[in-house]
């Protein structure tokens, strides 16, 4: 008999990318995958995180939660960092404590775009804008 599946727990459902992600494990015999967003699962709440990693006993985390709107971040900086800062460091956190995998999906607005070839994970980062900066904070926690 083969190895169990994987046991994947994406979180930010509500989103684009979990979204295509959730559709793309039933795909795969050797991928189970569970897809939660709010209120169930809150990055920024740490009982709803706790209660997602004990239900589901994840192998590996998805996090494809964020906050999006790029142009208003410049406004309400705070609620992009809360979300994309200290959100993904809480998932992250809980996450390392069970010994589970995690990938933080993040984005180029925490490169500046001045290089004229292509961008490798080890370049400089240098966020121009709000969103930017929160979501370069979240790779960082």
Not at 6 to 27: D, K, S, T, V, Y
């Amino acid at each position: 008999m083969g190895a169990p599946p994987m046991r994947l727990l994406i979180a930010g459902w509500h989103g684009q990318l979990a979204r295509a992600l959730a559709e793309e494990a039933p795909r795969r015999a050797d991928v189970k995958a569970f897809a939660i967003g709010r209120p169930a699962l809150d990055i920024c709440e740490l009982p709803t995180i706790e209660r997602a990693l004990n239900e589901h006993s994840p192998d590996v985390v998805i996090n494809s939660a964020a906050y999006t709107a790029v142009d208003q971040a410049e406004t309400d900086e705070n609620a992009a960092f809360a979300l994309n800062a200290k959100g993904a460091g809480a998932l992250a956190a809980a996450a390392a404590k069970r010994g589970v995998a995690i990938i933080h999906v993040s984005t180029d607005y925490v490169l500046d775009g001045s290089k004229t070839a292509p961008y490798v994970e080890s370049d400089p980062t240098a966020p121009l804008n709000a969103y930017g900066r929160s979501k370069l904070a979240g790779e960082e926690a």
